[in-house]
């Protein structure tokens, strides 16, 4: 079946501590985004991709870093400059004709600070 | 940018009654605007979607309504079941790339 894959879907942090994400779809979607979404609030918008090895910073770009080294794969890396992490990380492809179109999301990782 | 406004948080209906939920947006270049279903534990899934171009589109018991004028569209989702209890997200285009996302409406059926 096609779709969106996170990993891990709970995962804790250390103080000054850099935690990856993971997103990978079989899709064969050239667009990729990554959200974070706090309890009772929309989803904003951290990075996005529309090809490989380019990627663009979204809203709340500051204390994330990514890569996009093949088209199937759009690791998130939580740095040690996030001061508030603490969150629900949404990964999501595109299958429409424009690339804001028709998202695909995964089912999430949940991030926790120790 | 654009900026998009959702209401009501929260929305309690009883089974079989109808529910609406309202978005306004601010650019009015803005021509898609697509409506996002979220169940506990799980990502959004898109429900439904229109463009600018048309007042409505349905989709069995789900319909979203535009109005380019007052810029607000709108989720009607008629004779309501448990299993549409769940949160949901209307969005708007900004730029070519991007998506707005409104604050998210919790939608809660009573049996």
């Known amino acids: 079946d096609g779709g969106i894959t996170q990993s891990p879907k709970y995962l804790f942090r250390k103080e000054g501590q850099n935690v990856t994400l993971s997103c990978e779809q079989n899709l064969n979607h050239d667009a990729m985004y990554w959200y974070r979404q706090d309890p009772g609030q929309g989803l904003r918008l951290i990075y996005y991709s529309q090809i490989v090895n380019d990627f663009q910073k979204g809203d709340i770009a500051e204390g994330y870093s990514v890569s996009r080294e093949k088209k199937e794969s759009f690791p998130l890396t939580v740095t040690s400059a996030q001061k508030n992490p603490t969150a629900f990380y949404l990964c999501?492809?595109?299958?429409?004709?424009?690339?804001?179109?028709?998202?695909?999301f995964g089912s999430g990782t949940q991030l926790s600070v120790l | 940018g654009e900026n998009v406004e959702q209401h009501p948080s929260t929305l309690s209906v009883q089974e079989g009654d109808s529910a609406v939920i309202k978005c306004t947006y601010s650019d009015s270049a803005s021509n898609y605007f697509p409506w996002y279903k979220q169940e506990l534990g799980k990502g959004p899934q898109l429900i439904i979607d229109i463009r600018s171009n048309v007042g409505e589109k349905k989709d069995q018991r789900i319909a979203v309504t535009l109005n380019k004028t007052a810029k607000h569209f709108s989720l009607h989702i008629t004779e309501t079941q448990p299993e549409d209890s769940a949160v949901y997200f209307c969005?708007?285009?900004?730029?070519?790339?991007?998506?707005?996302f409104g604050q998210g409406t919790r939608l809660t059926i009573n049996p």
């Open positions: 969005a708007a285009p900004q730029g070519a790339q991007k998506l707005v």
């Open positions: 999501a492809s595109s299958g429409g004709v424009a690339t804001n179109e028709k998202l695909f």
